[in-house]
């Protein structure tokens, strides 16, 4: 079955420490793609980070970088430097391609709190 | 990357009665998205909204209660049929944007009363 585990329904850091909020993820299909998305809270989705099954280094944009280690199907966010508008839930997600025609499917999410 | 208009923002509606949704793009896609995400949920994928054919409905929605339509490559609507207070949720349309890239409409918060 195709499925996206986030484990971590809420985390906090100290503003300026970084942070990692976990997903796994389960499919057969060799060729998929894997999204982090922010979503504050006026609700809009913000797109953060994208990781190809097939990419051989690991992504990063800016303060966000994915640790994916694709022998443990996780695709971990690592958010460094946090800020106070780091403050959000976090989703990360999956695409099928081929059998799952180009559909997304979400984890549970993980709300993180920022401290200052 | 597209930029998609979705009305209305929020609306209150009354039980019974049926609200629809628009999704306005920018630029021509081919595939496009609608998403349910109730209160401290997840987002849950409703129907791949095609152009000139049904929408490919996922387990659990049905088109009598989420009817769609597509009439072209830049537009579409859901609407929630009978609504419940169970159908509270925020509904979110997407688009597939070239290759790799999602864009999403800022949502529509529903509260049925």
């Known amino acids: 079955a195709q499925k996206i585990t986030q484990t971590q329904p809420g985390m906090f850091v100290q503003e300026k420490e970084a942070v990692t909020l976990d997903c796994t993820y389960d499919?057969?299909?060799?060729?998929?793609?894997l999204f982090w998305y922010k979503q504050p809270s006026s609700g809009e989705m913000i797109f953060l980070i994208y990781?190809?099954?097939?990419?051989?280094q690991n992504a990063t944009e800016g303060r966000y970088s994915l640790n994916f280690q694709k022998a443990r199907k996780s695709a971990n966010l690592v958010i460094s430097a946090s800020q106070l508008g780091d403050s959000a839930m976090y989703f990360c997600?999956?695409?099928?391609?081929?059998?799952?025609?180009?559909?997304?499917?979400f984890g549970a999410g993980t709300r993180l709190a920022v401290h200052p | 990357s597209a930029v998609i208009s979705q009305k209305p923002s929020r609306d209150i509606c009354q039980r019974g009665t049926s609200l629809t949704i628009q999704c306005q793009v920018d630029?021509?896609?081919?595939?496009m998205f609608w998403y349910r995400q109730q209160p401290g949920q997840s987002l849950t994928l409703i129907a791949t909204?095609?152009?000139?054919?049904?929408?490919?409905?996922e387990s659990g929605f049905v088109i009598d209660k989420f009817p769609i339509s597509r009439p072209n490559l830049t537009f579409s609507t859901l609407t929630v049929s009978n609504m419940s207070p169970e159908d509270s949720s925020i509904y979110l349309c997407?688009?597939?944007?070239?290759?790799?890239?999602?864009?999403f409409g800022s949502g529509t918060r529903l509260t049925v009363v």
């Open positions: 997407s688009v597939l944007d070239g290759p790799y890239g999602y864009t």
């Open positions: 499919t057969s299909d060799p060729s998929y793609g």
């Open positions: 990781q190809g099954s097939y990419d051989q």
């Open positions: 997600a999956m695409r099928l391609p081929f059998g799952g025609y180009n559909k997304l499917i």
């Open positions: 630029s021509q896609v081919t595939m």
């Open positions: 909204a095609n152009q000139g054919s049904e929408a490919t409905y």
